[in-house]
């Protein structure tokens, strides 16, 4: 069975996990930590992070979006991705600017962990500035449609979410539901799917 290594506050893990739940896959969840040097994601990735899937061949996928892409292509159920190449790129672009995001909000939340003496508010400003850029952007093309790409629910909804359930937990400061009023309705539906509700981030 496939088995996917995952942290609960990964947005990258959570945004695989809510594919494999739409596509009705069968997998098994191994909760891990990267940090930890014996955790047995880094048999499956060398560049130990999270999410990794392995096979039923013993071989392993990562990063998020090649995972994505592999289940979404192994099952037919639910397309995540749309076949037309306009469509496709345009939600791989809304995938690129939600995973953008994550990646600005992991830096800034790593550069805080550090002894107060050596952060460096510069860099953490720098990365905080892409996380809003991404939201407005998000919240810019979402508009008053009912999904983020065409007619309906596909990645770039699931990668949106996710970003933003992230960015609750990491940056609780960041106003982004007073802000743009139209994320926060798309927030407020995606929530209600099953695979949202199931895999949300633990309370800050
Ligand atoms: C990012 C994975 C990642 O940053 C993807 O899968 O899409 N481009 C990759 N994973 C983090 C956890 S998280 O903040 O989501 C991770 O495992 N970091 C451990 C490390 O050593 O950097």
Known sequence: ?????????????????????????????????AWDDASPVHAANPLGKVPALTLDDGTSIYDSRVIVEYIDDVSPVSRLVPEPVRQRIAVRKWEALADG?????????????????RQSPEWIARQRHKVEAAVAEMASELGERPWCNGESYTLA????????????????????????????????????????????????
Not at 17 to 33: F, G, M, P, W
Not at 157 to 170: E, F, Q, T
Not at 173 to 201: Q, T, V
């Open 101 to 117: 995001a994550c990646d600005a909000l992991v830096l800034a939340t790593l550069e805080r962990k550090r002894p107060e003496a």
């Open 1 to 33: 069975m496939l088995k996917l290594y995952y942290s609960t506050t990964s947005p990258f893990a959570r945004k695989v996990r809510i594919a494999l739940e739409e596509k009705k896959i069968e997998y098994e969840l191994c909760e891990t930590s």
């Open 157 to 204: 909804d699931i990668a949106c979410g996710c970003a933003l359930g992230y960015i609750d937990l990491r940056a609780a400061d960041f106003d982004w539901r007073g802000r743009f009023p139209n994320l926060a309705r798309h927030a407020d539906k995606l929530g209600k799917r099953p695979a949202f509700a199931e895999s949300a981030p633990p309370k800050s």
